[in-house]
């Protein structure tokens, strides 16, 4: 096999594989499940990986680049590395947050303010090689501001208090389980919790055209610029958005960033684009 580069970028709702040849042309692509190691059990994550290496026949490659949601300590990139060393042979391994994917998918080698929106939400300042300065995210249960997932809490919160208007209402129990029971074994007792929460977020958004979606979708967008996006040198760096909420978003998004004073470098619906140019 000729030397091959493998990229993987992954958050809580699906992982996108993509694999270079020796040119640097992309050979082949697939998706597998999600990884997002704060909300999924470390055996399940070992499984999705181990499981796409076999059944794609990719067992020996040059580079191996992992980007996956809650790699946030050293200890647990060494652990899945050391489970992709015992799965094949990879001449270079490089396990990341999706934060770092973020931020070389969407500004590559140039300095920026790198935003993550889809199933959960991130930020940093990338100074074009490195990360040197991040607000945290805390996860889907005390952050995520902007998120799907924070998008979809706030509007069972307030449909469990009798709060969202009955037209919208109705219209969730048609499409979801709107008993308490089977809210509470979603939010709770589900593989992703992070993810049930943002599959309710495209609902929301088919009925912003209602002063009261519209008004719970702003208020989620407007609490991820003042919470994360103005503790950065707005002023003097550029944000690239990346993800396929804000991307969903991105005629919401562009207004209250403006008033913010915020300016847009891009909006990026998946940085796996970015990251396959990085790597070539």
Same mark, same amino acid.
């Given at each position: 096999?000729?030397?091959?580069?493998?990229?993987?970028?992954?958050? !809580?709702?699906?992982?996108?594989?993509?694999?270079?040849?020796?040119?640097?042309?992309?050979?082949?692509?697939?998706?597998?499940?999600?990884?997002?190691?704060?909300?999924?059990?470390?055996?399940?994550?070992?499984?999705?990986?181990?499981?796409?290496?076999?059944?794609?026949?990719?067992?020996?490659?040059?580079?191996?680049?992992?980007?996956?949601?809650?790699?946030?300590?050293?200890?647990?990139?060494?652990?899945?590395?050391?489970?992709?060393?015992?799965?094949?042979?990879?001449?270079?391994?490089?396990?990341?947050?999706?934060?770092?994917?973020?931020?070389?998918?969407?500004?590559?080698?140039?300095?920026?303010? !790198? !935003?993550?929106?889809?199933?959960?939400?991130?930020?940093?300042?990338?100074?074009?090689?490195?990360?040197?300065?991040?607000?945290?995210?805390?996860?889907?249960?005390?952050?995520?501001?902007?998120?799907?997932?924070?998008?979809?809490?706030?509007?069972?919160?307030?449909?469990?208090?009798?709060?969202?208007?009955?037209?919208?209402?109705?219209?969730?129990?048609?499409?979801?389980?709107?008993?308490?029971?089977?809210?509470?074994?979603?939010?709770?007792?589900?593989?992703?919790?992070?993810?049930?929460?943002?599959?309710?977020?495209?609902?929301?958004?088919?009925?912003?055209?209602?002063?009261?979606?519209?008004?719970?979708?702003?208020?989620?967008?407007?609490?991820?610029?003042?919470?994360?996006?103005?503790?950065?040198?707005?002023?003097?760096?550029?944000?690239?958005?990346?993800?396929?909420?804000?991307?969903?978003?991105?005629?919401?998004?562009?207004?209250?960033?403006?008033?913010?004073?915020?300016?847009?470098?891009?909006?990026?619906?998946?940085?796996?684009?970015?990251?396959?140019?990085?790597?070539?």
């Amino acid at each position: 096999m000729a030397p091959i580069k493998i990229i993987v970028e992954s958050g !809580a709702t699906k992982s996108e594989w993509r694999v270079l040849g020796e040119d640097g042309r992309e050979v082949k692509r697939f998706l597998r499940a999600g990884t997002n190691v704060s909300s999924m059990k470390m055996e399940d994550i070992k499984s999705t990986i181990a499981d796409a290496i076999a059944s794609e026949g990719l067992e020996k490659a040059a580079g191996f680049y992992l980007y996956t949601a809650g790699v946030v300590t050293p200890d647990i990139a060494d652990e899945l590395e050391n489970h992709i060393r015992s799965l094949a042979q990879f001449d270079e391994i490089e396990i990341h947050n999706d934060l770092m994917g973020a931020a070389r998918g969407a500004c590559g080698h140039e300095p920026g303010i !790198a !935003a993550i929106l889809g199933t959960g939400s991130n930020t940093c300042f990338y100074d074009g090689s490195t990360i040197s300065q991040k607000v945290y995210s805390g996860g889907y249960v005390i952050g995520d501001d902007g998120s799907g997932a924070a998008l979809g809490k706030l509007f069972l919160a307030d449909f469990i208090k009798g709060l969202v208007p009955e037209t919208i209402a109705c219209d969730f129990a048609k499409e979801f389980d709107a008993s308490y029971p089977g809210i509470v074994q979603g939010v709770y007792r589900s593989a992703s919790p992070s993810g049930y929460l943002g599959s309710l977020a495209p609902f929301i958004l088919r009925h912003y055209s209602h002063p009261y979606a519209k008004a719970l979708v702003d208020k989620n967008f407007q609490a991820f610029i003042d919470r994360s996006l103005l503790k950065y040198e707005i002023a003097r760096y550029p944000v690239g958005i990346v993800g396929g909420f804000g991307w969903a978003c991105k005629d919401i998004i562009a207004p209250l960033f403006d008033k913010a004073g915020i300016t847009i470098s891009r909006f990026v619906k998946a940085p796996i684009e970015g990251l396959c140019e990085y790597h070539r």
